[in-house]
């Protein structure tokens, strides 16, 4: 996704002038934490690497093309991953008429808007007998169990029971957990606690996406990887020129180079730094990675006319249980390319579930890698300072934090899930995989098939613009079909050659006209199959 923080359509050359303080981030020993962590010895390889010696670069050994190592101690700090605030969903997308289930962890909540438009959270469980509520319907304002018909208002109090004796009390238990959602900047987001009161100051404010101006699209994507690879892809641009070359006209696999990273700010709620390509001699982009899972790019163009012009892209991601996750991208500026405007905001949605598929298959088998050796990342990675230097920084913030979390891979230190969700993780890479190494273009699974892989339940369920598109093309193509076998048999039967040449000049039309709807499903319903993976 880095790659679309490059599009031609948002940003320009020039120079970058904005400047941030450094932050000094305070030591704590690992002793000093009173939860432990799992954290693991390095074990010794039974297998050795040799390779060809490389020329030496710089003054130094070949080592000093790797990220440093900080030897001794790894820092620990007080962190619970429930006293966070998580993106949930986009407000634009959140349906009006039925409720909505999501996951944060291994949370599973119930999102509706209640009669009165306002949104209501509930832990996705009937307290009856367990059912999903987001399996039910709304009535009356009301969310109701489609099981028994219990239904529930506001606080979670349950207020009718049919099969209740009518001189009957609705027992006082019979209420929904709750949980506190906001509205901020069109995002809604999720206090996870209910041992802590929702600190609203904790809400993310994102300072460009408020100015005078700015212009932005969004999109949503559930992805069959964990969320931590999820954010080690969206804050590696050395991947993009390879991975997705000639996706757009922002990517060539032969403009991959070494970068330059410059780490400004390191706190106990993330990092934050300056990056640039080595070529260009300067860094321009501001990468911030904040807790609990939310990344933004920035950067700031000065123009001709002496106007600063915001550019940014927002990654705010959402853990949906192991080996799962789904990621709101947003992508602005207060000055945009004519070109922007000539495109629907349809076509950057399924450009994005491109990318993305492009990436999915490294990901998911990434994922499996990890699950399976159960080691620290630093075991494991090869990081390089002209590439990965926001990864590692990324890991060894996880070795600060990881404890509060249900799990973590940091890049030290380890702690796995107390119960594997082996049903949640396995299929991701294998589903991917198969997904990618299908000859046949869109991989496995029809169009409306509830898997990962599927670009479909992927991200059209989750888009009004895009199922809006994708039901209004599929008409337009039926009723061009139609029109079109009409016409052709009007030609058949009818004597005059002016007659059978207008009809069959309209059966062209519309056969053409069907032709290009179809193209347009596809576009938003097909995964993307690399090229040397097809007949």
Request: charged content about 25%; proline content about 6%; some cysteine.
């Amino acid at each position: 996704m880095a790659l679309l923080l490059q599009h031609p359509f948002l940003f320009h050359n020039s120079s970058y002038l904005t400047t941030y303080k450094t932050v000094k981030t305070p030591t704590i020993t690992l002793s000093q934490t009173s939860k432990s962590t799992a954290f693991r010895k390095s074990t010794k390889w039974d297998v050795k690497c040799t390779a060809v010696v490389a020329p030496e670069i710089g003054s130094g050994s070949n080592e000093d093309v790797l990220v440093s190592e900080e030897k001794g101690r790894v820092d620990v700090v007080d962190y619970d991953w429930t006293e966070e605030w998580y993106p949930l969903y986009l407000a634009k997308n959140i349906p009006e008429d039925a409720p909505l289930g999501l996951t944060v962890f291994d949370k599973q909540v119930v999102l509706y808007r209640d009669g009165k438009g306002e949104l209501q959270c509930y832990e996705d469980r009937c307290p009856h007998r367990l059912a999903k509520l987001s399996e039910g319907q709304i009535v009356d304002g009301r969310l109701e169990c489609l099981y028994h018909g219990w239904q529930f208002e506001g606080d979670g109090k349950c207020v009718k029971i049919p099969q209740l004796p009518a001189d009957a009390k609705i027992p006082r238990s019979a209420c929904t957990k709750t949980y506190e959602v906001k509205d901020s900047q069109g995002v809604i987001w999720i206090w996870m606690s209910h041992k802590t009161p929702p600190n609203p100051a904790k809400i993310p404010w994102f300072e460009n996406f408020a100015r005078p101006g700015f212009k932005d699209f969004s999109t949503t994507h559930e992805l069959p990887y964990d969320h931590s690879i999820l954010l080690e892809n969206l804050m590696d641009p050395a991947h993009v020129p390879i991975s997705h070359d000639r996706t757009d006209w922002s990517a060539k696999r032969e403009d991959a180079q070494p970068l330059r990273f410059k780490v400004t700010e390191r706190s106990d709620r993330g990092f934050a730094g300056w990056w640039g390509r080595e070529s260009d001699n300067f860094t321009p982009n501001f990468l911030k990675f904040e807790a609990p899972c939310n990344l933004q790019n920035n950067r700031e163009i000065v123009d001709k006319d002496g106007v600063t012009n915001y550019f940014s892209g927002l990654f705010l991601c959402r853990p949906t249980g192991q080996g799962k996750s789904m990621l709101i991208v947003r992508f602005g500026s207060t000055k945009r390319s004519p070109l922007a405007n000539v495109f629907p905001e349809w076509y950057f949605h399924q450009n994005a579930g491109k990318v993305f598929e492009q990436d999915m298959g490294f990901l998911s088998s990434q994922n499996e890698i990890l699950m399976r050796e159960k080691v620290p990342t630093k075991q494991l990675y090869i990081n390089l300072r002209s590439s990965d230097t926001w990864v590692a920084e990324y890991r060894k913030w996880m070795d600060k934090v990881g404890h509060g979390m249900p799990y973590h891979f940091g890049h030290s230190t380890i702690s796995l899930p107390e119960v594997p969700a082996v049903v949640e993780h396995a299929p991701a890479g294998l589903v991917a995989s198969i997904a990618a190494s299908s000859p046949a273009k869109g991989g496995i699974g029809s169009k409306h098939a509830p898997n990962l892989a599927n670009r479909y339940f992927r991200h059209v369920v989750h888009c009004k613009e895009c199922r809006g598109v994708v039901k209004a093309f599929e008409a337009w193509k039926n009723g061009l079909s139609v029109v079109a076998a009409v016409a052709v048999t009007c030609a058949i039967l009818v004597s005059g050659r002016q007659w059978k040449a207008a009809l069959l000049v309209a059966t062209a039309a519309c056969v053409a006209g069907a032709y290009a709807c179809s193209t347009v499903v596809d576009m938003n319903t097909t995964n993307f199959i690399r090229t040397h993976r097809r007949l």
